[in-house]
């Protein structure tokens, strides 16, 4: 038996490895991997396969508690299947099935892995910060050599003697299963036994403990029911930034130090200044030159047989950038980590979910890619609507792939997305995969799935996410689940949650060719009922639910703006009145319809200004006072400063007030006024200064009037009624010349 | 009589004789150390016999490494940092250690022109013999090019433009024509530049990208932590108080640590404990002004005060680097002192002797 304790992504460690294995062939290998992961390994050898890819392993019943294991092609791992499968020598994976660890307890792991970065002991020794760094230069950058392997075993054994430092119970378990793995294995007679694992589990191999010690450890233990696949990897999601705790510092230079270029320190450079001269920096050939030779130099003040990254990166500082570290941050993405995304050829079984959804970005053009991308979708055209639908339907089902962006200009044809892969998404298109074989059948499941203890809010998005993504059989479904909910709510105050989306469904719905007459009616039958529950919903509130409730009214208006249905409109007006004039309603949505009206000119500023009085006289609690303020002009920093007919009223208001009053008073108001920026309240108080607010000016026409008068109604009444025929306006209004 | 400021391959010439004598790595050409015993030299060691080398240097020893790697390939080496960030001190010791001999120094200034940098003319001599070498008036770097030596070149960015590009040629051929006499001189191997600029300058005379192109760059950044401060500026009062046979005792460290923690508070515009924001003031409060507020206060103490580094000693210098425009600064440092000075334990004198001064 040899046992090769390697990292689990180095390019020392895999060319070593392989070079081991071609003097010494094996007749099998063992591979520190979870047992369930064995019968991925014959695909790595198929035509198509690019990594990095992982292994996946996933609970059955709940696909989100899973598990990858990262191969990128400099991974030892990796090198080693690729020996075996094309040798035809088994590969055995022997460590503790997965089906055992996610059974267990996280919480059973009484030891924190104290010893995070064991190595770094011998790298405080040898002068170095970090393990990650010791082991870069000490392990992975030299060249190969015979001894590499009883080298790092003999260092571990000492180091894992010395320290005798406790091993968390689940590493105990795992090792007690490798040797369990190592013994049947020896019984079936494989003469040449050749380990690869991580090397801090290497001396646990060699001093086996007596099998009913490993025995105990094992008995007894859970288990759960998981499956396990391959899926493209990232490089990204290889360094350890990434959270990965396997992961290196700088996969990128790892690569490319594997790709045995033929002169791999020079490529090197050159990538990176080709790198900085499409950013505008410096980067000639010369200095590529200068710059290699630094790094060469600083690798023999160093005592190094050749420059590695630290050596490579200080030279390019240095030389490329004038000395900036800053301008090192541009190499990260590019060159460090590099771009690579894995791929698996066609043939790799995987969920249908997972092929139908390849299959519609193969159709719809749409490469998944670790770059961030934006596409902006023109929805007259057949292409983008598709891929529009495509990407909606992801939504639907939970993979995040692609963001909304919210598109500025006008027109409702376009649509703007943010598209970036990551290797997780895999694991949500698994977690969806039980709901249906396709996309379609599987968003709509996901769509029309709904409990009775859904919000009607909820169920809008829904309906709002069904049309867009052209499932016709689930909105429907979902507007006759609306309807339902609708006539059943006794919540006004949820009632109107569903409105703006719908409201919004309604207005565009037509370029994407739905049917929304049977959402127009529902849409009726929603609105009368809120018209009528307003009032009662209003009344008896605390004061967050006041809150809650007025911010809802605050789009219901907005949404009902855009419908320009008269009759909603008056019905709405009629059921604000009540609102504002209702003592038992609360304070805050009290304000809110007392300034609705206001602006809609059912009341008179004279009514107005009464209301206002009234509710900020010292008759009622301070609290209520302070509210019904919030209501009235939350939000209204802006338009204060234009309105002056309303900065007028609380002017006027504000020098009626007695000293004493004024203090009382003070407080409540600035709560309001606090809330908007002060630039805003910089120009209410210059227009406080020096307009002059006593002269009533109608909010209407803010024109000076000598302006006003100069106008020549002949010559403008042809302009008027074009506008006015642009506009809609009905022409009666027009002034006769 | 003693002179006030020895050079530096004068003053730690013991350092670099034992260096030498140990060092049994590759020398390049006409360097005196190996680049290993350079870096050494810089950044402080103990030798196999015990004998001690003081650190020149306190900072990041990767960077040490850079300046000599670069020196090492015949690069010209760019110093660049803010005012007091030990740049001309390194490159001083830098030529004391490779070329023993630190003193081929061109100061740049406005009126810096391009015979400083190449040659002069003997004119009585031009006039009596005509052009001749015997009339030539060679310039530091004529003579470091014919020795093989390092030249510095102080406050790069200072020189005009036109001037400075005079180096490209001498610095990528490495030679120095001199057409009148149709003749030139090539630079033999040991020879090289290393020239300091500030980073405040920026934009004054900027380096043209083919000069640029020249020279390696290394940034020298102000002291990263309180400690490493406080031990520069230590190490540096110390040596000048004896240099300078100032009559007072070198103060505490905890006086030293005072002085520093104002400084960097100022600077960096927020206290030590990152709590509390700070006003900067205009002047730059380098380590190099820290250590000069201190060997102020040491010569203060020492000829009018009690011997020993007292808060009064140090506050008028303080005063004196904090506040450099009377407009703003006095207010700035008021505020910093009302608002962070006075609060802390321990600190009230200095509160005091500061308020006084202002």
Redesign the interface.
């Known amino acids: 038996m040899t046992i090769y304790g390697i990292r689990h992504h180095g390019p020392g460690c895999a060319r070593s490895l392989k070079a081991a294995l071609e003097a010494d062939p094996p007749d099998i290998i063992l591979l520190e991997s979870p047992a369930e992961t064995e019968s991925l390994i014959p695909d790595a050898t198929r035509e198509g396969m690019e990594p990095p890819v992982a292994m996946l392993v996933h609970e059955v019943a709940q696909p989100q508690h899973a598990a990858f294991y990262p191969l990128a092609r400099f991974s030892p791992e990796w090198q080693a299947i690729l020996w075996a499968t094309s040798r035809g020598i088994p590969v055995r994976c022997f460590d503790l099935p997965a089906a055992h660890t996610f059974a267990l307890d996280p919480e059973e792991d009484t030891i924190a892995e104290e010893c995070q970065d064991p190595f770094r002991y011998f790298a405080e020794v040898d002068g170095y910060t970090d393990g990650e760094r010791w082991w870069n230069d000490r392990v992975e950058e030299r060249g190969d050599s015979a001894t590499f392997f009883a080298a790092i075993l003999e260092a571990v054994t000492t180091l894992r003697e010395e320290l005798a430092a406790n091993e968390s119970s689940r590493t105990l378990r795992r090792e007690a299963w490798m040797r369990r793995v190592l013994r049947a294995t020896e019984k079936e007679g494989f003469q040449k036994i050749a380990v690869v694992c991580g090397a801090w589990h290497a001396p646990a191999l060699i001093k086996r403990p007596p099998v009913k010690d490993d025995d105990r450890l094992l008995k007894g233990l859970a288990k759960v029911k998981v499956a396990a696949t391959w899926a493209p990897w990232t490089h990204e999601r290889l360094t350890s930034a990434s959270g990965y705790g396997a992961g290196v510092r700088a996969p990128g230079w790892y690569d490319h130090l594997w790709s045995r270029a033929r002169h791999p320190f020079t490529t090197w450079m050159t990538k990176a200044a080709r790198v900085l001269r499409k950013e505008d920096l410096?980067g000639?050939s010369?200095?590529i030159i200068?710059a290699t030779?630094?790094a060469h130099?600083?690798a023999?003040?160093?005592g190094r047989p050749r420059p590695g990254l630290d050596e490579s990166l200080?030279?390019m500082q240095?030389?490329f950038c004038?000395?900036?570290?800053s301008q090192l941050a541009l190499l990260k993405g590019p060159l460090l980590v590099g771009k690579q995304l894995g791929n698996l050829p066609d043939s790799v079984a995987r969920l249908p979910l997972q092929a139908d959804i390849e299959a519609w970005q193969k159709r719809l053009r749409l490469k998944p890619s670790s770059e961030r991308k934006t596409i902006s979708l023109d929805l007259r055209e057949e292409n983008a609507r598709r891929r529009s639908l495509f990407l909606h339907r992801l939504l639907a089902i939970g993979v995040p792939w692609g963001r909304k962006q919210t598109v500025r200009g006008k027109g409702t044809f376009k649509e703007s997305w943010e598209l970036h892969w990551k290797p997780e998404l895999v694991v949500d298109i698994i977690d969806a995969a039980p709901h249906g074989n396709t996309l379609a059948i599987a968003a709509q499941a996901f769509l029309t799935d709904i409990s009775a203890s859904d919000t009607i809010g909820a169920v809008t998005e829904k309906l709002d996410l069904a049309l867009l993504a052209h499932l016709p059989e689930a909105a429907a479904t979902l507007l006759t689940r609306l309807d339902h909910f609708a006539a059943a709510s006794e919540d006004t105050a949820e009632l109107l949650t569903a409105v703006p989306p719908l409201a919004r469904i309604t207005r565009y719905g037509d370029v994407r060719q739905t049917d929304v007459e049977a959402l127009e009616q529902i849409l009726t039958q929603i609105t009368t009922r809120i018209h009528i529950g307003l009032p009662m919903a209003a009344s008896g509130l605390d004061a967050q639910a006041a809150a809650t409730l007025t911010n809802r009214l605050r789009s219901y208006s907005e949404a009902l703006d855009t419908l320009q249905a008269s009759d909603m409109e008056t019905d709405y007006l009629q059921a604000l009145q009540k609102l504002a004039t209702n003592a038992n309603t609360a304070s805050e949505p009290r304000g809110y319809a007392t300034r609705m009206l206001r602006d809609r000119h059912v009341l008179s500023s004279d009514d107005c200004a009464r209301l206002f009085r009234f509710a900020m006289s010292s008759g009622n609690a301070p609290a209520e006072t302070a509210t019904w303020l919030e209501g009235f002009l939350r939000g209204s920093g802006a338009l204060l400063i234009h309105d002056q007919g309303l900065l007028a009223m609380i002017h006027a208001w504000m020098d009626t007030l007695t000293d004493e009053h004024f203090q009382t008073i003070l407080p409540l108001v600035r709560r309001t006024f606090g809330t908007f920026t002060s630039p805003e309240r910089g120009q209410i108080g210059h227009v406080l200064q020096t307009a002059d607010l006593a002269k009533p000016s109608s909010s209407t026409s803010d024109l000076p009037s000598e302006m006003a008068v100069e106008l020549d109604l002949a010559r403008a009444l042809p302009v008027l009624s074009i506008v006015a025929d642009l506009l809609e306006l009905p022409s009666s209004k027009l002034p006769k010349s | 009589m003693s002179i006030l400021r020895e050079h530096a391959e004068n003053l730690y010439a013991d350092e670099l004789a034992a260096l030498a004598k140990h060092d049994d790595r590759p020398r390049p050409t006409q360097w005196k150390l190996s680049p290993w015993a350079v870096t050494d030299y810089l950044l402080g060691t103990t030798l196999d016999d015990g004998s001690e080398i003081t650190p020149k240097y306190i900072g990041d020893r990767r960077l040490m490494e850079i300046a000599v790697a670069t020196l090492a390939t015949d690069r010209a080496l760019l110093l660049l940092g803010v005012p007091g960030t030990a740049k001309s001190w390194v490159s001083e010791h830098l030529a004391a250690a490779i070329s023993g001999d630190s003193t081929l120094l061109i100061q740049g200034t406005a009126g810096t022109a391009e015979e400083a940098l190449r040659y002069n003319w003997n004119y009585a001599q031009l006039l009596a013999k005509g052009p001749s070498k015997e009339a030539l008036v060679p310039s530091p770097m004529f003579h470091a090019m014919e020795d093989g030596k390092l030249c510095r070149v102080e406050e790069l960015t200072r020189i005009p433009s036109e001037v400075q590009d005079t180096l490209i040629t001498l610095l990528s051929e490495k030679t120095l024509p001199i057409p009148e006499l149709s003749d030139e001189i090539q630079a033999t191997a040991g020879f090289n530049t290393i020239a300091t600029a500030n980073s405040r300058d920026r934009g004054v005379n900027d380096l043209s990208s083919a000069l640029q192109r020249r020279f390696n760059t290394v940034v020298l950044p102000l002291p990263k932590s309180l400690e490493s401060e406080v031990t520069i500026v230590q190490s540096r009062v110390a040596s000048m108080a004896q240099a300078l046979a100032l009559p007072a005792e070198p103060p505490a460290l905890e006086e030293i640590r005072r002085v520093v923690t104002v400084f960097r508070e100022l600077r960096s515009g927020a206290t030590e404990d990152g709590t509390a924001k700070v006003k900067s003031p205009t002047a730059t409060l380098s380590t190099a002004e820290a250590i000069s507020v201190i060997t102020n206060g040491l010569s203060l103490a020492g000829h009018f005060g009690s011997g020993a580094v007292n808060a009064h000693d140090l506050a008028s210098g303080m005063v004196g680097a904090i506040v450099k425009d009377p407009s703003q600064d006095p207010t700035v440092f008021r505020e910093y002192l009302e608002t962070v000075v006075k609060e802390r334990d321990g600190w009230a004198d200095l509160y005091r002797a500061c308020r006084d001064q202002l």
């Open positions: 410096e000639s010369a200095s200068e030779r630094l130099s600083l023999g003040l160093r200080e030279a240095t030389v004038a000395g900036d570290a």
